[in-house]
Protein backbone atom coordinates (compact mmCIF):
# COMPACT_ATOMS: atom_id res chain seq x y z
CA UNK A 1 0.00 0.00 0.00
CA UNK A 2 2.79 2.47 1.12
CA UNK A 3 4.56 1.74 -2.64
CA UNK A 4 0.79 2.21 -4.40
CA UNK A 5 0.44 5.19 -2.93
CA UNK A 6 3.73 7.16 -3.47
CA UNK A 7 3.74 5.76 -7.10
CA UNK A 8 0.70 7.40 -7.70
CA UNK A 9 1.15 10.93 -6.03
CA UNK A 10 4.69 11.21 -7.91
CA UNK A 11 2.70 9.74 -10.85
CA UNK A 12 -0.06 12.78 -10.73
CA UNK A 13 3.08 15.38 -10.02
CA UNK A 14 4.96 14.43 -12.88
CA UNK A 15 2.11 14.08 -15.11
CA UNK A 16 1.32 17.68 -14.22
CA UNK A 17 4.81 18.60 -14.97
CA UNK A 18 4.37 17.70 -18.40
CA UNK A 19 1.17 18.13 -19.68
CA UNK A 20 2.21 20.97 -21.52
CA UNK A 21 5.37 19.33 -23.04
CA UNK A 22 6.03 19.07 -26.34
CA UNK A 23 6.98 14.92 -27.54
CA UNK A 24 10.36 15.35 -29.31
CA UNK A 25 10.47 14.66 -32.81
CA UNK A 26 12.52 10.92 -33.65
CA UNK A 27 13.95 12.72 -36.67
CA UNK A 28 15.79 14.82 -34.37
CA UNK A 29 17.28 11.48 -32.43
CA UNK A 30 19.48 10.40 -35.62
CA UNK A 31 22.48 12.45 -34.55
CA UNK A 32 22.91 9.07 -31.64
CA UNK A 33 22.66 6.12 -34.22
CA UNK A 34 26.34 5.74 -34.48
CA UNK A 35 26.35 5.58 -30.70
CA UNK A 36 23.27 2.99 -30.95
CA UNK A 37 25.09 0.69 -33.56
CA UNK A 38 28.25 1.07 -31.40
CA UNK A 39 26.16 -1.02 -28.66
CA UNK A 40 24.36 -2.99 -31.19
CA UNK A 41 27.54 -4.12 -32.95
CA UNK A 42 29.54 -4.81 -29.65
CA UNK A 43 27.04 -7.21 -28.76
CA UNK A 44 26.92 -9.03 -32.53
CA UNK A 45 30.47 -9.44 -32.29
CA UNK A 46 30.77 -10.95 -28.95
CA UNK A 47 27.82 -13.07 -29.60
CA UNK A 48 29.48 -14.53 -32.55
CA UNK A 49 32.58 -14.79 -30.99
CA UNK A 50 31.24 -16.74 -27.50
CA UNK A 51 29.03 -18.77 -30.41
CA UNK A 52 32.42 -19.80 -32.28
CA UNK A 53 34.24 -20.32 -29.00
CA UNK A 54 31.50 -22.23 -26.93
CA UNK A 55 29.16 -23.36 -28.98
CA UNK A 56 25.34 -23.31 -28.18
CA UNK A 57 25.05 -27.04 -27.00
CA UNK A 58 24.17 -25.98 -22.81
CA UNK A 59 21.15 -27.50 -21.38
CA UNK A 60 21.31 -25.02 -18.25
CA UNK A 61 21.95 -21.04 -18.40
CA UNK A 62 24.78 -21.03 -15.81
CA UNK A 63 26.89 -23.41 -17.80
CA UNK A 64 27.50 -20.82 -20.67
CA UNK A 65 27.71 -18.32 -18.00
CA UNK A 66 30.67 -19.87 -16.71
CA UNK A 67 31.75 -21.10 -20.36
CA UNK A 68 31.62 -17.79 -21.23
CA UNK A 69 33.52 -16.34 -18.01
CA UNK A 70 36.53 -18.87 -18.88
CA UNK A 71 37.14 -17.54 -22.26
CA UNK A 72 37.16 -14.22 -20.51
CA UNK A 73 33.84 -12.72 -22.39
CA UNK A 74 31.51 -10.59 -20.57
CA UNK A 75 28.25 -10.60 -20.51
CA UNK A 76 27.62 -7.03 -20.02
CA UNK A 77 28.95 -6.63 -23.21
CA UNK A 78 27.33 -9.02 -25.13
CA UNK A 79 23.61 -8.74 -24.21
CA UNK A 80 22.57 -5.85 -22.09
CA UNK A 81 24.20 -3.70 -24.87
CA UNK A 82 21.93 -5.21 -27.56
CA UNK A 83 18.57 -4.22 -25.61
CA UNK A 84 19.74 -0.79 -24.76
CA UNK A 85 20.14 -0.47 -28.65
CA UNK A 86 17.23 -2.25 -29.51
CA UNK A 87 14.76 0.25 -27.62
CA UNK A 88 16.76 3.07 -29.14
CA UNK A 89 15.79 1.46 -32.72
CA UNK A 90 12.23 1.20 -31.44
CA UNK A 91 12.09 4.35 -30.07
CA UNK A 92 13.54 5.76 -33.90
CA UNK A 93 11.58 3.48 -35.44
CA UNK A 94 15.40 2.64 -37.40
CA UNK A 95 14.07 -1.20 -38.80
CA UNK A 96 17.60 -2.08 -39.07
CA UNK A 97 18.95 -1.60 -35.65
CA UNK A 98 15.68 -3.62 -34.35
CA UNK A 99 16.94 -6.53 -36.42
CA UNK A 100 20.51 -6.07 -35.64
CA UNK A 101 19.71 -5.79 -32.25
CA UNK A 102 17.07 -8.61 -32.08
CA UNK A 103 19.78 -11.25 -32.93
CA UNK A 104 21.67 -11.07 -29.95
CA UNK A 105 19.06 -11.07 -27.32
CA UNK A 106 17.32 -14.05 -29.03
CA UNK A 107 20.72 -16.26 -28.61
CA UNK A 108 20.52 -15.32 -24.93
CA UNK A 109 16.99 -15.73 -24.26
CA UNK A 110 17.70 -19.54 -26.04
CA UNK A 111 20.12 -20.09 -23.47
CA UNK A 112 17.58 -19.44 -20.89
CA UNK A 113 18.48 -15.19 -19.73
CA UNK A 114 14.72 -14.30 -20.56
CA UNK A 115 14.98 -11.82 -17.65
CA UNK A 116 16.26 -9.24 -20.13
CA UNK A 117 14.53 -10.21 -23.31
CA UNK A 118 11.10 -9.69 -21.96
CA UNK A 119 12.51 -6.42 -19.84
CA UNK A 120 13.31 -4.89 -23.77
CA UNK A 121 10.36 -6.36 -24.90
CA UNK A 122 7.89 -4.78 -22.63
CA UNK A 123 10.34 -1.09 -23.03
CA UNK A 124 9.14 -2.39 -26.57
CA UNK A 125 5.57 -2.02 -25.98
CA UNK A 126 5.97 1.32 -23.47
CA UNK A 127 7.44 2.94 -26.57
CA UNK A 128 4.98 1.85 -29.34
CA UNK A 129 2.30 2.83 -26.86
CA UNK A 130 3.13 5.70 -25.12
CA UNK A 131 0.66 8.82 -25.08
CA UNK A 132 -2.22 6.12 -25.58
CA UNK A 133 -5.68 6.67 -25.01
CA UNK A 134 -7.19 4.53 -22.20
CA UNK A 135 -10.16 3.48 -24.23
CA UNK A 136 -9.07 3.07 -27.77
CA UNK A 137 -8.35 0.22 -30.36
CA UNK A 138 -5.30 0.60 -29.84
CA UNK A 139 -5.38 -0.98 -26.04
CA UNK A 140 -6.71 -3.65 -27.20
CA UNK A 141 -4.09 -4.59 -29.25
CA UNK A 142 -1.84 -3.81 -26.78
CA UNK A 143 -3.91 -5.96 -23.96
CA UNK A 144 -3.69 -8.81 -26.50
CA UNK A 145 0.19 -8.48 -26.87
CA UNK A 146 1.37 -8.49 -23.59
CA UNK A 147 -1.15 -11.40 -22.60
CA UNK A 148 0.41 -13.30 -25.75
CA UNK A 149 4.05 -12.44 -24.12
CA UNK A 150 2.38 -13.44 -20.84
CA UNK A 151 1.24 -17.06 -21.88
CA UNK A 152 4.27 -17.95 -24.01
CA UNK A 153 6.56 -17.05 -20.98
CA UNK A 154 5.45 -18.39 -18.60
CA UNK A 155 4.79 -21.90 -20.68
CA UNK A 156 8.62 -21.30 -21.78
CA UNK A 157 9.58 -21.08 -18.04
CA UNK A 158 8.60 -24.36 -17.20
CA UNK A 159 9.41 -26.36 -20.11
CA UNK A 160 12.38 -24.35 -21.16
CA UNK A 161 15.10 -27.37 -19.51
CA UNK A 162 13.10 -30.86 -20.85
CA UNK A 163 13.03 -29.43 -24.21
CA UNK A 164 16.78 -28.84 -24.36
CA UNK A 165 17.19 -31.93 -22.32
CA UNK A 166 14.50 -34.66 -24.47
CA UNK A 167 15.39 -34.83 -27.72
CA UNK A 168 11.15 -35.99 -28.69
CA UNK A 169 9.72 -33.31 -26.31
CA UNK A 170 6.09 -33.98 -26.00
CA UNK A 171 4.40 -31.58 -23.69
CA UNK A 172 1.34 -33.85 -23.42
CA UNK A 173 3.29 -36.36 -21.67
CA UNK A 174 5.81 -33.86 -20.01
CA UNK A 175 2.55 -32.21 -18.18
CA UNK A 176 0.99 -35.38 -17.38
CA UNK A 177 4.17 -36.72 -15.94
CA UNK A 178 4.79 -33.37 -13.35
CA UNK A 179 0.97 -33.55 -12.64
CA UNK A 180 1.44 -37.61 -11.50
CA UNK A 181 4.62 -36.94 -9.43
CA UNK A 182 3.64 -33.73 -8.01
CA UNK A 183 1.45 -34.05 -4.47
CA UNK A 184 0.46 -30.24 -5.29
CA UNK A 185 -1.50 -30.82 -8.42
CA UNK A 186 -4.39 -32.91 -8.44
CA UNK A 187 -5.53 -32.34 -11.94
CA UNK A 188 -4.48 -29.73 -15.36
CA UNK A 189 -6.10 -26.70 -13.77
CA UNK A 190 -4.87 -27.03 -10.57
CA UNK A 191 -1.01 -27.11 -12.89
CA UNK A 192 -2.14 -24.15 -15.05
CA UNK A 193 -2.97 -22.17 -12.11
CA UNK A 194 0.36 -22.63 -10.64
CA UNK A 195 2.65 -21.55 -13.69
CA UNK A 196 0.43 -18.77 -14.89
CA UNK A 197 -0.63 -17.28 -11.25
CA UNK A 198 1.83 -19.07 -8.73
CA UNK A 199 5.15 -19.83 -9.82
CA UNK A 200 5.64 -15.96 -10.21
CA UNK A 201 3.65 -13.57 -8.68
CA UNK A 202 2.98 -16.23 -5.78
CA UNK A 203 7.28 -16.90 -5.00
CA UNK A 204 7.83 -12.99 -5.29
CA UNK A 205 4.62 -12.20 -2.49
CA UNK A 206 5.96 -15.07 -0.75
CA UNK A 207 9.71 -14.07 -0.48
CA UNK A 208 8.10 -10.77 1.14
CA UNK A 209 5.84 -12.37 3.94
CA UNK A 210 8.68 -14.70 4.59
CA UNK A 211 11.76 -12.10 4.43
CA UNK A 212 9.17 -10.16 7.38
CA UNK A 213 7.96 -12.69 9.24
CA UNK A 214 11.30 -14.57 9.89
CA UNK A 215 13.19 -10.81 10.66
CA UNK A 216 15.71 -11.10 8.24
CA UNK A 217 16.70 -7.17 8.73
CA UNK A 218 18.95 -9.07 11.89
CA UNK A 219 21.13 -11.35 9.35
CA UNK A 220 20.95 -8.12 6.79
CA UNK A 221 23.76 -5.58 6.11
CA UNK A 222 22.72 -2.87 4.52
CA UNK A 223 25.87 -1.09 4.52
CA UNK A 224 27.82 -3.66 3.54
CA UNK A 225 25.51 -4.49 0.54
CA UNK A 226 25.77 -0.29 -0.57
CA UNK A 227 29.69 -0.78 -0.04
CA UNK A 228 29.78 -4.38 -2.05
CA UNK A 229 27.49 -2.43 -5.05
CA UNK A 230 30.31 0.28 -5.95
CA UNK A 231 32.41 -0.17 -8.76
CA UNK A 232 35.65 -2.52 -8.08
CA UNK A 233 34.90 -2.37 -4.03
CA UNK A 234 34.82 -6.22 -3.98
CA UNK A 235 38.05 -6.68 -5.86
CA UNK A 236 39.49 -5.63 -2.92
CA UNK A 237 37.66 -5.96 0.00
CA UNK A 238 36.88 -9.21 1.46
CA UNK A 239 32.95 -8.77 0.51
CA UNK A 240 31.78 -11.34 -1.60
CA UNK A 241 28.80 -11.51 -4.24
CA UNK A 242 26.62 -13.63 -1.65
CA UNK A 243 27.06 -10.49 0.86
CA UNK A 244 25.32 -8.26 -0.65
CA UNK A 245 22.74 -10.45 -2.29
CA UNK A 246 19.15 -10.32 -0.08
CA UNK A 247 17.97 -13.35 -2.20
CA UNK A 248 20.71 -15.51 -0.59
CA UNK A 249 19.36 -14.65 2.70
CA UNK A 250 16.10 -15.73 1.49
CA UNK A 251 17.24 -18.75 0.12
CA UNK A 252 18.98 -19.98 3.51
CA UNK A 253 16.66 -18.45 6.19
CA UNK A 254 13.24 -17.94 5.01
CA UNK A 255 12.48 -20.74 2.38
CA UNK A 256 15.45 -23.30 2.61
CA UNK A 257 15.63 -26.41 1.07
CA UNK A 258 15.14 -25.53 -2.53
CA UNK A 259 17.44 -26.33 -5.22
CA UNK A 260 17.21 -23.65 -7.35
CA UNK A 261 16.89 -19.75 -6.95
CA UNK A 262 13.92 -18.22 -5.63
CA UNK A 263 14.44 -14.64 -6.93
CA UNK A 264 13.96 -11.83 -3.99
CA UNK A 265 11.87 -8.94 -3.51
CA UNK A 266 13.41 -5.31 -3.10
CA UNK A 267 10.43 -4.59 -0.75
CA UNK A 268 11.52 -6.86 1.73
CA UNK A 269 14.65 -5.92 1.60
CA UNK A 270 14.24 -2.41 2.25
CA UNK A 271 11.92 -3.29 5.25
CA UNK A 272 14.60 -5.76 6.56
CA UNK A 273 16.94 -2.38 6.19
CA UNK A 274 15.04 0.50 7.68
CA UNK A 275 11.51 -1.03 8.05
CA UNK A 276 8.53 0.74 6.89
CA UNK A 277 10.55 3.68 7.01
CA UNK A 278 12.99 1.72 3.97
CA UNK A 279 10.32 1.04 2.17
CA UNK A 280 8.25 4.56 1.88
CA UNK A 281 11.81 6.10 1.03
CA UNK A 282 12.78 3.41 -1.48
CA UNK A 283 9.30 3.54 -2.87
CA UNK A 284 10.12 7.52 -3.20
CA UNK A 285 13.22 6.95 -5.09
CA UNK A 286 12.04 4.76 -7.42
CA UNK A 287 9.44 6.63 -8.71
CA UNK A 288 10.82 9.53 -8.73
CA UNK A 289 13.44 7.74 -11.09
CA UNK A 290 10.42 6.47 -13.23
CA UNK A 291 9.64 10.11 -13.40
CA UNK A 292 12.43 11.08 -14.42
CA UNK A 293 13.43 8.74 -17.35
CA UNK A 294 10.00 9.33 -18.73
CA UNK A 295 11.40 12.58 -19.96
CA UNK A 296 13.30 10.62 -22.64
CA UNK A 297 10.08 10.97 -24.43
CA UNK A 298 10.12 15.20 -24.14
CA UNK A 299 13.95 16.03 -24.00
CA UNK A 300 17.03 15.42 -26.30
CA UNK A 301 19.64 13.70 -23.61
CA UNK A 302 22.08 10.55 -24.35
CA UNK A 303 21.50 9.38 -20.69
CA UNK A 304 17.53 9.29 -21.12
CA UNK A 305 17.71 7.87 -24.64
CA UNK A 306 20.23 5.20 -23.65
CA UNK A 307 18.12 4.16 -20.12
CA UNK A 308 15.17 2.88 -21.79
CA UNK A 309 15.96 -0.40 -20.21
CA UNK A 310 16.67 0.60 -17.50
CA UNK A 311 13.31 2.69 -17.20
CA UNK A 312 11.26 -0.87 -18.08
CA UNK A 313 13.51 -2.53 -15.47
CA UNK A 314 12.40 0.01 -12.66
CA UNK A 315 8.70 -0.18 -13.95
CA UNK A 316 8.08 -4.04 -14.26
CA UNK A 317 11.27 -5.93 -13.33
CA UNK A 318 12.10 -4.55 -10.01
CA UNK A 319 10.28 -6.55 -7.58
CA UNK A 320 11.98 -9.85 -7.73
CA UNK A 321 15.62 -8.14 -7.62
CA UNK A 322 17.68 -7.54 -5.08
CA UNK A 323 18.90 -3.97 -4.82
CA UNK A 324 22.32 -4.43 -5.91
CA UNK A 325 21.32 -5.40 -9.15
CA UNK A 326 19.53 -2.16 -9.74
CA UNK A 327 23.24 -0.88 -8.80
CA UNK A 328 23.88 -3.14 -10.99
CA UNK A 329 21.50 -1.99 -14.01
CA UNK A 330 22.59 1.78 -13.17
CA UNK A 331 26.78 0.87 -13.54
CA UNK A 332 26.26 -1.20 -16.97
CA UNK A 333 24.36 1.42 -18.45
CA UNK A 334 26.31 4.39 -17.97
CA UNK A 335 29.60 2.34 -18.52
CA UNK A 336 28.15 1.26 -21.95
CA UNK A 337 26.84 4.64 -22.85
CA UNK A 338 30.84 5.78 -22.38
CA UNK A 339 32.29 3.03 -23.96
CA UNK A 340 30.24 3.89 -26.94
CA UNK A 341 30.56 7.22 -26.50
CA UNK A 342 34.70 6.79 -26.60
CA UNK A 343 34.65 4.70 -29.92
CA UNK A 344 32.66 7.15 -31.42
CA UNK A 345 34.49 9.93 -30.60
CA UNK A 346 37.69 8.16 -31.62
CA UNK A 347 36.31 7.32 -34.35
CA UNK A 348 35.16 11.02 -35.45
CA UNK A 349 39.05 12.37 -34.59
CA UNK A 350 40.33 9.43 -36.97
CA UNK A 351 38.11 10.58 -39.61
CA UNK A 352 39.07 14.69 -38.74
CA UNK A 353 42.98 13.51 -38.89
CA UNK A 354 42.62 10.83 -42.28
CA UNK A 355 40.72 14.39 -43.95
CA UNK A 356 43.59 16.74 -42.57
CA UNK A 357 46.00 14.09 -43.57
CA UNK A 358 44.46 13.76 -47.34
CA UNK A 359 44.01 18.08 -47.62
CA UNK A 360 47.93 18.41 -47.09
CA UNK A 361 48.60 15.53 -49.94
CA UNK A 362 46.18 17.40 -52.11
CA UNK A 363 48.12 20.72 -51.70
CA UNK A 364 51.45 19.19 -51.91
CA UNK A 365 50.40 17.50 -55.21
Avoid at 15 to 43: E, Q
Avoid at 78 to 94: D, E, Q, V, W
Avoid at 117 to 124: P, Y
Avoid at 289 to 307: A, D, E, G, H
Amino acid sequence: MIVLITHLIITCIHDTINNKNVLINIHDLKSYNRIAYVLCFISLFLTIKALYIVGYQFTYKDEYKNALAENNISMIFTYYSSAMSLLFGILTRNRKLIILSFLPLINYAYMGYRALFVVAIIGSITISFYNTKLFSKKILKLTSIIILVFLFFSIQKVIYYEVKKTENFSLKNHVEKIISKDARYDNLNEYLKSIFFYSEFGQTSSNLTLSIDNELGKKYDFTTMLLGSIPFVKNFSDISEDDVRFSRLIRNYANPGFSYGLASNVWGEAYAALGFFGVFLFSIIVSSTISVLNSVFFRKNIFYLFNILFLSFLSFYIHRNDMTLIFAHIKNSVFLIICALLIVSFYQLFLKILKINLEKKNICE
